[in-house]
């Protein structure tokens, strides 16, 4: 078992606190002994360049070889993290011991986005790996509410009826239990407290052999409303887990035929667990045999791993970042508070159609404070450089609202970061950094002192 390795495959940027969690959990199920001290997560180099995986460090148990992570990309819907117990770095067909969602959303913050916006993740993960041990993981950055909303409670009792775990969040065990009927689940969302006016509310009726389940699914020119496709997706699955085999048919959606696309998450949804959209017929969607493949073109590549070289090797680190396909962070203020950004730097104004009220927001932003520099980063593929350095101009609304009000003292600098290709040069200024496809390690001609810092370091940690 010595020989086994644990593989982490993630679309995430990965956080040592999660990680920490995972091999905690990992440990206690398995019922090693190990020792856990400051985990690192550390890029692996193989004659000066980037490998593309990253190993763990900090962890130690005599049952375990090392742990490794590695970016993949989900093809439709795809959990945050997939571990792997095993000898070789794995491929499609491996079957993974844990499949993990990761949140760092309460329901203090946002009710569906804390609890149902992910769930449709377990719906669909389940066609893959129906046996996999399933689990919610909440990676709270604030407060967590002293008494959970009612939506909360609903939607999280169905994860438990799926048999979904949750983690990172102090629960009642009298008030979250799994449900036993379906009649039981009817009951309390009809107890719930109804809709604002002009909502439709989510409801559920039985009637006869079928059953309804009213909400909207229309937003944005499209079937396209995240939290109502996660929420109706988990109350369905939830319905045939407890052994509904007739009729389930969604009302009150609001679309058109035209909006019933065969490659949408919730048409693929429908189709596997057999429901039907009132009104409208839905093709036959087609089965992608595979989860998941390893990461080898996005632009988080090259932000994931500046970030992570930057946190690793120097006393840098992140105060917010938005890396391409990943989970948004958190605002972190001088005095460690954590807070959301604003959309708008008038909401009102964009409302009424100024579009320029909207706040661009960088892919990631770090703080170097021996030198008392906040580093705003744009992320872009190699072929899409041009287009980053436009993008460098819209940041004065974020650094006018917040950088600077928070870190006054602090000079600004703009740079892009890059992934692709196979130049191992950039001659543009304002490119900081390039990692190219062959895992070149390339700094930008006015690359700021941090990036240089945390490049030098790693090289010398490796020669």
């Keep these: 078992m010595k020989n086994n390795h644990l593989w982490i495959l993630t679309e995430e940027r990965p956080k040592r606190e999660v990680i920490a969690n995972i091999l905690m959990m990992f440990a206690k199920d398995h019922k ?72 760092k959303t309460d329901d203090k913050e946002s009710r569906n986005t804390g609890v149902y916006q992910r769930s449709s993740k377990f719906v669909f993960l389940d066609y ?8 919610m993981l909440y ?28 983690l990172g969040k102090k629960l009642d065990s009298k008030i979250f239990q799994p449900f036993h ?13 109804k809709a604002h006016k002009g909502n439709i509310p989510i409801l559920i009726k039985k009637i006869g052999d079928k059953i309804t389940v009213s909400g909207r699914l229309y937003k944005s020119e499209g079937l396209a409303h995240d939290p109502n496709i996660g929420a109706l997706s988990l109350i369905c699955a939830a319905i045939r887990k407890l052994g509904w085999s007739s009729e389930i048919i969604i009302t009150k959606h609001g679309l058109k035929q035209k ?21 409208l017929s839905i093709p036959a969607s087609k089965h992608q045999d595979n989860y998941w493949k390893y990461e080898t073109e996005g632009e ?25 396909g990943c989970e948004k962070g958190y605002f972190i203020t001088s005095d460690g508070k954590h807070i959301p950004l604003e959309k ?35 992320g872009k593929k190699y072929q899409f ?38 130049e191992n040069k950039v001659v543009e200024i304002e490119i900081g950094f390039l990692l190219n496809e062959k895992g070149d390690l390339v700094l930008g001609i006015k690359a700021p002192a941090l990036f240089r810092e945390a490049i030098k370091n790693l090289l010398d940690f490796w020669l």
């Design 32 to 103: 090693f002994a190990c020792f856990i001290d400051t985990i690192r997560i550390l890029p692996i180099l193989e004659n000066g360049k980037f490998s593309f995986l990253y190993e763990v460090v900090g962890f130690r148990s005599n049952k375990i070889g090392k742990v490794f992570i590695k970016s993949v990309s989900g093809f439709s819907s795809f959990v945050d993290f997939l571990i792997f117990f095993q000898e070789k770095q794995p491929i499609q067909t491996d079957i993974p011991i844990y499949a993990i969602e990761e949140t």
């Design 128 to 135: 893959y790996y129906p046996n996999v041990k399933k689990l």
């Design 139 to 166: 990676n709270l950055q604030i407060e967590q509410k002293e008494a959970p909303t009612a939506t909360y409670i609903f939607g999280t009792r169905l994860l438990l009826t799926l048999g979904v775990e949750i």
């Design 181 to 193: 009927s379906i009649d039981e689940i009817i009951a309390l969302k009809k107890a719930m407290r």
């Design 259 to 279: 909006h019933i696309q065969a490659d949408n998450k919730f048409v693929k949804i429908a189709n596997r667990l057999n429901i039907k959209i009132h009104g």
């Design 300 to 324: 988080k590549l090259g932000t994931i791993f500046i970030h992570l070289v930057v946190e690793n090797f120097t006393k840098g680190f992140s105060i917010f970042e938005n890396h391409a």
């Design 344 to 378: 708008y730097s008038d909401r009102k104004a964009y409302k009424a159609g100024n579009k320029n009220k909207i706040i661009s927001i960088p892919d990631l932003i770090l703080i170097d404070f021996g030198r008392s520099e906040v580093i705003n980063i744009e």
């Design 385 to 422: 450089r041009q287009n980053g350095i436009n993008e460098l101009k819209s940041f004065s609304d974020i650094e006018k609202t917040y950088i600077k009000k928070y870190y006054p003292k602090y000079k600004i600098i703009r740079t892009i970061v890059l992934y692709g290709g196979t």
